[in-house]
């Protein structure tokens, strides 16, 4: 340290810091480039949408699975995410809410056949029954 006391200490903190969040920023940087890349080589459409980035076309992509065609519609789109309105009512009173048991047990659709992303390369697909 550049000296004694609590300014002194202060200082050496914030330069600590200061190349902490360099680096985080680089390896952020560096993440979403690799994330992007991979996106574009999987369904490079998905980020020309307003308000898509990359992280938000990954975990479409991953929500999704390698079988985006399992999904007919929006709806069951909806259903799989957990953001489907289901039944509430009481009585006379007719309410809906959201499924959010959907939501809560929701895991990325295990793939059944080889990945051709580069990350996934030796992973073996998953045996189907």
């Given amino acids: 340290m550049d000296g004694i006391g609590p300014a ?3 200082r050496h903190t914030l330069r600590l810091l200061a190349r902490r969040i ?3 920023t680089e390896e952020i940087n560096d993440l979403t480039a690799r994330i992007t890349t991979a ?3 999987r369904a490079p459409k998905i980020l020309e949408h307003y308000g898509v980035g990359p992280d938000t076309a990954a975990a479409l ?3 999704a699975g390698d079988n985006p065609q399992r999904m007919g519609s929006e709806a069951s789109f909806a259903a799989l995410c957990g953001v489907s309105p ?3 009512s009481s009585g006379k ?3 809906r809410r959201l499924n959010s048991t959907a939501a809560a047990t929701a895991r990325p659709t295990p793939r059944s056949t080889p990945s051709s992303w580069p990350a996934c390369a030796g ?3 998953r ?3």
């Fill in 93 to 95: 009173t007719q309410r």
């Fill in 39 to 41: 996106i574009a080589a």
């Fill in 86 to 88: 289901v039944e509430a």
């Fill in 123 to 125: 992973i073996p697909a």
């Fill in 127 to 129: 045996a189907t029954t």
């Fill in 22 to 24: 360099q680096h985080l």
């Fill in 61 to 63: 992509l991953i929500t």
């Fill in 8 to 10: 002194a200490a202060a």
